[in-house]
Nanobody, 114 residues
Framework: QVQLVESGGGLVHSGGSLRLSCRASGSIFSVYAMGWYRQAPGKQRELVASISSGGSTNYADSVKGRFTISRDNAKNTGYLQMNSLKPEDTAVYYC????????WGRGTQVTVSS
């Protein structure tokens, strides 16, 4: 069973930065695509950014130019660098991996104050 553990969330002022990490157990991380989703109160969960096993990335329009997704396969860890944070980025951020199956972390809270 693969487990994903997110870390790095917290409270930050508007314009600040945070770096989220997602560490995966097991040895399948390198062959799976992974991504970061977020869910704000009263809203649907949305895909923020994704990265393929080969390193190709995609971003939601709302975060392009501000967020960067990356991965370190040697460490079984994915990252989301978030800069120029805005209050509307406030949400619970979830890490996910997918290929033949999908796995989810429990989420980490990101709160951006104005």
């Amino acid at each position: 069973q693969v487990q994903l553990v997110e870390s790095g969330g917290g409270l930050v002022h508007s314009g600040g930065s945070l770096r989220l990490s997602c560490r995966a157990s097991g040895s399948i991380f390198s062959v799976y695509a992974m991504g970061w989703y977020r869910q704000a109160p009263g809203k649907q969960r949305e895909l923020v950014a994704s990265i393929s096993s080969g390193g190709s990335t995609n971003y939601a329009d709302s975060v392009k130019g501000r967020f960067t997704i990356s991965r370190d396969n040697a460490k079984n860890t994915g990252y989301l660098q978030m800069n120029s944070l805005k209050p509307e980025d406030t949400a619970v951020y979830y890490c996910s991996m997918w290929l033949s199956a999908s796995y989810w972390g429990r989420g980490t809270q990101v709160t951006v104050s104005s």
